[in-house]
Structure formats: C-alpha cells, structure tokens
C-alpha cells in the first residue's frame, strides 16, 4: 500500500554543517509531495512542496526536489542553524488521503 | 493558506474524564480532519469531518470514544471520552488549502491523562 520511508534520527549537527533527510515513498499515481515541519511545543508548518516530477519546493534555505524515477524527495539545506532544530515529516496525497512519515528529528549545537 | 486556532492548548485531566477540544478556523472549509500525534510518533487520522454530516472515522476510532461535532464550516470539537493514560497526546485539527491538496494544521492541544 501507499507509505512513506522516512530516514530515522535524531540527526545531529553543528551550525553551519549540511543537511540531507531522506524520504521515499510508495504510491500508486503521481501524488504531490510535502515537507512539514514541527517545532518544538507547537503543530505542524507546511515547509514546502512539489506537485509534479523534477518540481524543486524551496523554503527558509530548505529545497527538495520531486524524483519520480527514484519516488525520492529528500530536503536538503546547505547551512543549517540552531533555529532550524525541529521535527521535520515527509509527506504526501494521494488521491485525497495524506500519508505521512514517520518524522526526522533534527538538533542543531551551536 | 488557514489559520487555525485550538483550544485548549494543554490539558491534564484524570482518568475517566472527558475533554473537549475546540477548532476555530479563519476561512470556510468543506472537510476538517482530526488526527493524534502519540510521543515521538507520526500523525495517525482520527476522522474527517463534514458539516452537516457524521464525522467519518479511521480503522480502529470510534464515535463513542472520539464523537465530533461541525455544527458549521469554521468551526469543530473533538470529544476524548472516558480518557486513559493511553489517550496521552497531541491532538491536531487540520483543514485542506484552497489548492485542495495541502493540509494545514493547528498548534495542536497536548494532553495528559494522569
């Protein structure tokens, strides 16, 4: 069935170092893509999305791009800061239904 | 995109009680969606709710234990009835976007059943 594959954390880093959250997906159709994300003690922000292969979402520094051929679309940042540290969730819809990831947690030290 | 608001935003309540969740949102919507967040764990779909309607639950909700209310198209309540420590936490109100795809979300209502 229709599912989402979320690389699991916490992941770590240092301000300033790059980022990479892997997601994959399995789905039957072409569903639009999403990644939120949640701060702490607060719901979920759409952080940005693709609606169509090779669409590159971007956001706050944040990109991902839509890879039909590989159902990837891993965000990535180039310079993350302390203030980026959050749960970030993959996502999708399918035909009106959202799947949503199992959620990365991302600290980012000073 | 919509702004949504909840009430309460945290609660501690006693087992074999019952909350109310309240969702407010700025903008007209044709469906509102409740979902739970349990610690350190993914969103999981309660129901989708309609107004004028019955609220449709997901495999494993039931209405007795999470009835819902739409008396109009800003505005639902979400019922835990009968709460268990099990029943421990967030609780997300969600609509679709205009573009009908996206789902926005409130800041959630954190729960804890002593």
């Known amino acids: 069935g229709d599912s989402v594959t979320q690389m699991e954390g916490p992941v770590t880093l240092s301000e300033e170092a790059c980022l990479t959250i892997?997601?994959?997906?399995?789905?039957?159709?072409?569903?639009?893509l999403f990644w939120y994300v949640q701060y702490p003690g607060e719901g979920l922000q759409l952080l940005l999305k693709a609606t169509k292969a090779d669409d590159k979402g971007s956001n706050k520094g944040f990109e991902a791009t839509y890879r039909k051929e590989t159902t990837s679309f891993h965000l990535e940042k180039g310079s993350v800061q302390v203030s980026d540290s959050a749960v970030y969730f993959c996502a999708f819809n399918n035909f009106n239904k959202f799947y949503f990831g199992s959620g990365t947690k991302l600290n980012v030290k000073p | 995109s919509a702004v949504i608001s909840q009430k309460p935003s945290r609660d501690i309540c006693q087992r074999g009680t019952s909350l109310t969740i309240q969702c407010q949102v700025d903008s007209q919507v044709t469906m509102m969606f409740w979902y739970r967040q349990q610690p350190g764990q993914s969103l999981t779909l309660i129901a989708t709710a309609n107004q004028g309607s019955e609220a449709t639950y997901e495999s494993g909700f039931v209405i007795d234990k999470f009835p819902i209310s739409r008396p109009n198209l800003t505005f639902s309540t979400l019922t835990v009835s009968n709460m268990s420590p099990e029943d421990s936490s967030i609780y997300l109100c969600?609509?679709?976007?205009?573009?009908?795809?996206?789902?926005?979300f409130g800041p959630g209502t954190r729960l804890l059943v002593l």
């Open positions: 969600s609509v679709r976007g205009q573009d009908g795809e996206t789902q926005y």
């Open positions: 892997n997601c994959t997906y399995t789905a039957t159709g072409y569903p639009s």
